[in-house]
């Protein structure tokens, strides 16, 4: 099935070479052993031809050959596709710079930090921050997960977003956005940003992040929610007045049921933890979850500040009633 695809993209009339390229980015999805069968075909050259021809479906394919696969993030790179990227997202029509922005995405997530530099020196992040203010509700959905990868783990390529016009944007999408559209990844770019920046934690917070953030941990999807609670985690991070705001804005009793109290995935569970655990500091209602996990899950959340917090402590917080509930309810499974 590839060769002839393979073949189909190198030689193949306009049309036919459209086709393969978007059966390709197909059969690469989510499956790590049929990208890296189908660069072993030859697939990649072929491609990035096309993505400088203007060519969106080689963009979608190269999108999917880089998910999750930093061997072929490499590969990408070093076949010459940024420039042409770059150029599809300042030039291309509005579908070819969402294609553009979701292999931009993709590379952005897998790539070293030298990948990343090299992203952001090829002129990646003006048209990113264009696409997510004036996008389509996809094409700022693929921006928003750019820039987030972009931002992650690096405070001078935080700041380089900020400094580009992205906080605004993002917090607008925050807002304003529906799941599938941003929703989930704005919180996601915003988590990243906020990362060990006093600074920016303080301008998120008063550009009205909260309440959307608390509204997607009750809310949205299951992802959505992860990210929320990541976004949160970074603002409350080393600072008792963001977690006391956080805290008057209604996130512990989501919080706690993110956490689960002994079901939900690992993700979510650590982000929930690691939000309350800065909140415990300052929240007698955030110990009370954080304690009572703690017992339920046989350690499964460490609690330091928490654990100084006695069972009378707990039980005269307002969360008492909905805790005991789910304290009733893990016991009686337990049982069975």
């Known amino acids: 099935m590839l060769q002839p695809l393979v073949a189909l993209i190198r030689e ?25 069968r189908i660069a072993d075909a030859g697939a990649l050259q072929p491609l990035v031809k096309m993505l400088n021809e203007g060519k969106q479906e080689a963009a979608y ?5 880089a998910y999750n696969n930093k061997e ?19 030039n291309g029509a509005d579908g070819a710079k969402e294609q553009a922005a979701h292999a931009v995405g993709h590379l952005l997530s897998c790539n070293s930090e030298e990948g990343k530099a090299l992203l952001l020196d090829s ?9 997510l203010q004036n996008g389509s509700d996809y094409g700022k959905d693929r921006a928003a997960y750019a820039l987030g990868n972009l931002a992650a783990h690096s405070e001078d390529r935080s700041a380089w977003i900020v400094k580009a016009g992205a906080m605004q944007p993002l917090v607008r999408l925050l807002k304003e956005g529906s799941e599938g559209a941003g929703l989930s990844l704005s919180a996601y770019a915003l988590g990243h940003l906020a990362a060990k920046s006093d600074h920016r934690s303080v301008q998120i917070i008063n550009a009205g992040s909260l309440q959307p953030l608390v509204a997607l941990l009750k809310e949205g999807s299951e992802s959505a929610k992860e990210h929320a609670a990541h976004a949160l985690g970074h603002l409350a991070a080393d600072s008792e007045d963001r977690s006391a705001q956080i805290v008057n804005a209604g996130a512990v009793q989501p919080l706690a049921a993110l956490l689960g109290l002994g079901h939900g ?3 979510r569970k650590k982000f929930a933890a690691y939000v309350l655990g800065h909140l415990a500091k300052t929240s007698e209602e955030a110990a009370a979850v954080m304690t009572l996990a703690s017992a ?6 460490p609690t330091p500040t928490a654990s100084r917090v006695g069972m009378t402590r707990i039980l005269a ?3 008492s009633p909905h805790l005991l509930r789910i304290v009733g309810q893990e016991r009686h499974r337990g049982a069975r």
Request: glycine share 12%; proline share 3%.
């Open 123 to 131: 002129g990646v992040l003006e048209p990113l921050v264009m696409l």
């Open 61 to 65: 394919a190269l999108g999917y050959l």
């Open 72 to 90: 072929l993030c490499g590969q990408i790179i070093e076949a010459g596709a940024l420039q042409p990227l770059v150029a599809m997202l300042k």
């Open 296 to 301: 339920i899950t046989e350690g499964l959340v």
């Open 12 to 36: 193949g009339a306009e049309d036919g070479k459209r086709r393969a390229a978007r059966a390709l980015g197909v059969l690469a999805y989510n499956s790590e052993e049929r990208s890296l």
């Open 317 to 319: 917080t307002r969360s």
């Open 265 to 267: 995935g690992a993700s």
